[in-house]
């Protein structure tokens, strides 16, 4: 059987690594520009900056651990600006980090199509999770509303290629 088949081992897949800077200053400057910025323009809430960032980091280093502890930062991050209860987008953006780093090492991430098919997906899991933990942990009254988070996921997987082709710049090589 004379097949040429390539198989790419683990260790053979590109992991790239980020400075301090990017790595501290990239989700906190896309937690700020959430939090203050879309009180100010209310059409930017359609965002959700820090998932994308979560998703990103996750991806390029792609290693689960690491992807799980960016999401549970950023989420905990997040959450200590909302007045919700601590941990709604902790937990989320943790599963979503460990996600995102899982499917990184087996996709190639780094096509516009796949990574706007990916944060389409992604988004509307984090928002099910978001729901499921707010109705079911924590008591709360979060709805449901299919055409808005569709619209969102829509808007959420444009706006992550574009994104992520200028935070490629950051990347180092591992």
Do not use: C
Not at 34 to 43: A, E, W
Not at 103 to 115: F, H, Q
């Amino acid at each position: 059987m004379n097949a040429a088949v390539s198989l790419t081992s683990r260790e053979e897949i590109e992991v790239h690594h980020f400075g301090w800077g990017a790595s501290f200053g990239i989700p906190a400057l896309a937690i700020l520009i959430q939090v203050y910025l879309t009180q100010k323009i209310h059409f930017l809430q359609i965002f959700d900056l820090p998932l994308l960032v979560t998703i990103f980091f996750a991806v390029a280093r792609r290693r689960p651990i690491p992807g799980m502890f960016t999401g549970a930062f950023i989420g905990l991050a997040q959450d200590a600006f909302t007045h919700l209860p601590i941990g709604l987008y902790g937990i989320a953006n943790t599963l979503i980090g460990y996600a995102a780093s899982s499917l990184g090492v087996k996709l190639d991430v780094d096509n516009p199509g796949s990574r706007f098919l990916m944060t389409f997906a992604f988004f509307l899991v984090h928002r099910f999770i978001y729901v499921v933990i707010d109705l079911g942990l924590v008591g709360g009254n979060q709805s449901w509303e299919w055409s808005h988070t569709v619209i969102a996921a829509l808007a959420n997987g444009f706006l992550s290629v574009v994104l992520f082709a200028a935070l490629d710049r950051f990347k180092q090589r591992g």
